[in-house]
């Protein structure tokens, strides 16, 4: 089960998903160099553009032709961070001569520092390593709250684990990220397909600093979207939580129908009945629109998944290589 290094030097790839941080990709060079000057294996780094709008891409072609170690690929357009990431775990499944990969962000709220436990607790014979979050430190509580609720309810309705308070930052071993690269889902959920895949894991803890620069991407509307996306991706318990109400409103529709009957047997017809009808077709009616979208949340990825485009497009790679699609 332990992941064999063997006796040539284990090369370590770390992947950087890019998008509009010309601000603190400088920093974040420099760190990654420190880091590497101490680690005791090979090291180097892969930046994918995710269709920068800023300067980044041009930063990255400058730090790849002043450093050998420094690769990048550019996205044809901005693809969200998971396709981003999906972009870079395939180029790397290709590429030989790599034994683990780091996944970081590149606003810095994932320290570098830490790489060298993540490497140490690899080399213990983990196909993951994932950083969490002791604490998190410059964000909102509105936003802390809605990550713990987040985490909570996927632990209630997925039966696939996934590790609280952790992000993207994790090492992966060569197994692992092939694994991952052939989970070709569109709707990509990264979190869940990395606990998906299994493997031996184990975590390592880190307090998450501030972003060091720059504009957090996230929204609630991205936020929202992500939660619907990790929900739909790895349960189907909503769909179900539809028929368990069609079931409970049934029952009780037919024992007040009954009631109604028995009333109008027992004691004659009677006119008043406004309320009761209103709230009756107000109620079914909010159910079945309910369960509707629901429904519709499904076969709407259903349909993204039918029309099997490509999940990404390469423009653009450094050292240079011209454009290639991921299939
Ligand atoms: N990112 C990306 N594509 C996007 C949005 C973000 O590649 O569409 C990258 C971003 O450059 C950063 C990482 O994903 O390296 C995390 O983004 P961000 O800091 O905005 O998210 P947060 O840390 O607030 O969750
Ligand atoms: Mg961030």
Known sequence: MTTTIGSAPAALWVLVPVYDECEVLPELQ?????????????????????GSRDGSW??????????????GIRLSRNFGKEIALTAGLDALAAR????????????????????????????????????????RLGESGAKRLTAALFYRLMDALSATRIPRDTGDFRLLSARMLRALAGL??????MKGLFAWVGYPQTQVLYDRAPRAAGRSKWNYGRLWRFAVEGITSFSTVPLRLATWIGMLTSVLAFGYGAWIVLKVLVWGIRVPGYASLMVAILVLGGLQLLALGIIGEYVGRTYLEAKQRPLYLVQDSTPSRAGRAGA
């Open 58 to 71: 041009a930063q990255v072609c400058a730090f790849s032709a002043a450093d050998a170690r420094v690769h």
């Open 96 to 135: 030989a001569d790599l034994d683990a990969c780091v996944v970081i962000d590149a606003d810095l709220q994932d320290p570098p520092e830490l790489i060298p436990d993540l490497v140490a607790r690899w080399r213990a014979g983990y196909d993951m390593v994932y950083a969490t979050r002791r604490r």
């Open 30 to 50: 420099r760190r990654l160099a420190d880091v590497f000057a101490r680690l005791d294996c090979a090291a180097r780094i892969l930046y994918v553009d995710d």
């Open 184 to 189: 070709r889902e569109r709707q990509r959920f």
